[in-house]
């Protein structure tokens, strides 16, 4: 991926534009960190006003080679030329002044302030130590809004906003500061369908009028709707360039991974047995104290997946934290019924149980915070695979003394059967990358030869390869007769891998449908839309909402 | 016998001016807590910045026989010693706590340690009237019943307090470095990306509450006490640091707070002749404190980045 003319430093002589026709040059960038090298001699050359997509796989050193970029991380060696200029960027001052803004992954948004205070924090008009011109600040980000057709109120708070709309203020605060090259970091991870298409319009609106984007993501099918060029990084190195036109999903996939990939879940029809989970007008709050289940109401069987689709925030955490024992119900009752086969054995009703005895019943828990509930991360691969039985008698004599050769043992057995990537099982689980730490999770959870299985994001900030892998797995359990609750916030994966699919909206269920409902059909529901004709479930009285 | 005299005491100028001037004595470094704070830097140790404010003023005044110099000095010196707590917590990102009671330790005992070698253990002469801070005088004013003695015959930095109080509320919600400020401590990430310079700000706000500290052991040593004692403040910066909190974290909050701690202080000094015992006594306001922070204010909510050390552009 070298270029042909290595030119020499001095190319600040020529600053002829048909000569340099790249926004943004970035040439042989390097950066480490402990242990990790991030990015290793990569080059991405972006013309002016075209949308480029960088895409690789997590660890890949996408958000990396940005943060450069935006002055937030300093590289080791490598150059970085501005519409063909040599620039020095130490921190995001110099990037503002540069005109590059940045939309990150994880809004850089103050929650208590407005839209206006966010949006000119900086640069208030005034200065430093004027007094805050609040009616100024409101003009200048109404009109900033509608010359860029963004509409927003300047006077709301950002808590109150959807994350939609927090994209938009994010998308407007570059724009205050004259963005002329904008990054943009996943951008369509937390927004509905319909929100990415609204993005990618204006995406588009602000390419015609000369900007310069930059589009992280792993989602090829964007790169192919969206982007002029592609740039594909793979373990901090470049392995291509293309032009989208002549670019396919496959193509791309082989390259950011390395070998081929089965982009599709390759499953038999289910053969779902009897009710295994049935939940029945659940109430729970949030830890705000709202009202986050309204009446939820649905039955998992034996063998098959139900998949919870919505948008993030809409119930399904607080849904997942019931189920598991760790979030009280207001109202409402859960039961888990034994099943082999189609024999029904003994019901539990786990609704007021803690995290513990619904595990002792059967139930095994995927969170969909990996590393705040699902791992101790500082603890050892052996001590995170027993988590939640270190007190079995195969672990552990008189439920107290722990049998350290047993649980090595075990852990070997499961590092072994789900192929976690690891030198030994006594590396504390933070030395793993994302997807061998959620491997062990998984593994963890389907060792202990559940009931019932909740799967909570379980290919969250996973790669490629490990996707394939936990996606294979968790058909396999369907196919060995667990009933598999999927909640996901990526509708790729509900879509693929569910049998029936459960759309949540504002605490409630507001749909099940067939997994061959259309993603505009799915998206509408999940904004509290309702689609005519849509192809409902025959199953009609598992469609909750009971309570409205 | 207990009633007659606390409604005498309670309805006395006496202590209501003594209430005043115990507030103004706590608000000082609370406001030092509030800024600092506000820009996401835990500060726990106003308490050890206003002992070396207390000791560098009397030494200094009794140096170059000017209570002015003292003053500058004492202000000085909390400032320097909240230089030393922002690059451990703000440059090294060391635990701010540590850091703070490390601060407290180091100045109470370094604080005795001089005192004693200076004056062979004689302890450190009052001060003549002429180098204390005085009572501002306010003229027919100062005359007035009640008031003119509780709001007129204050000592001068009572005044600057005040002036302080106002000029802290303004900047913090009026004016665009305190949004900045606010910015920093909510969301240093955010303020960073936005352009605006998190060290700047933090090292800024750190220091403000040291000179403030200092200022309130000025106050202390060269105005009320007027001389140097062993661990004069006597935890005043730690009532300090639960008015910011029970103040919610605002300026107008902490100075409510101070008053009603100020007044727990008057009245465990007036109420000594009820016949309660004084060591009893003396425990009011600290019990006032406790049931301040547990009961009255429900959840304060602290800035989401207080105490959290700033690292830019963290690993992926």
Known sequence: MHEQDKAPLAQAASPDLAASPYA???????????????????????????IHALVGENGAGKTTLMNILYGLVRPDSGEIYINGERVHISGPRDAIRLHIGMVHQHFMLIPPLTVAENIVLGQEPGGPLAVYDRRRARELVLQLSARYGLPIDPDTRIEKLSVGLQQRVEILKALYRAADILILDEPTGVLTPQETYELFDVLRALSRQGKTVIFITHKLREVLDLTDRVTVLRRGRNVGELVTREANQAEIARLMVGREVLLRVEKRPARPGPVVLRVENLHASSDRGLEALQGVSFEVHAGEILGIAGVEGN??????????????????????THASGQQIGKTYDITSMNAREVRLVGVAHIPEDRRGSGLVLSDTIESNTILGRERWPRFAWARFILRLGEVALWARRLVREFDVRTPSTRLPVRALSGGNQQKVIVARE??????????AQPTRGVDIGAIEFIHRRLVEQRDAGKAILLVSAELDEIRSLSDRIAVMYEGRIVDIVTPEASEEELGLLMTGGRPSGASREEEAQTTGDLGA | MFWPIFLRVITSGDLWQASLQF???????????????????????MEGMMLIGCYVGVVVTLASHSVLVGLLAAIVAGGLLALVHGVVSIHLKADQIISGIAINVAALGLTNYLNIVQTGGQGIPTLASNLRLPVLNWGPLAQLPFLGQVLFQQNVVFYVTIVILVGLQFLLFRTNLGLRIRAVGEHPQAADTAGVSVRLIRYACVVASGLLSGLAGAFLALGVAGTFNSNMTAGRGFIALAAVVFGKYTPLGAAGACLIFGLGLALSVRLQDTGIDSNLLATLPYILTIIALIGLVGRTVAPAADGVPYEPGSAE
Do not use: Y
């Open chain 2, 23 to 45: 507030a103004a004595l706590l608000l000082l470094p609370a406001l030092g807590g509030v800024i600092s704070e506000r820009s996401g830097v835990v500060n726990i140790a």
């Open chain 1, 446 to 455: 389907f060792a202990a030869d559940p009931q019932l299985l909740i799967a």
């Open chain 1, 315 to 336: 119930g399904q955490s607080e849904l997942v934290e019931v189920l598991s024992g760790m979030r009280r119900a207001t109202a409402g009752r859960v039961t888990v």
């Open chain 1, 24 to 50: 943004v040059e970035m040439r042989d960038i390097c950066k480490a960190w402990p242990g990790v090298v991030a990015n290793d001699h990569v080059n991405l050359r972006v013309r002016r006003g075209e």
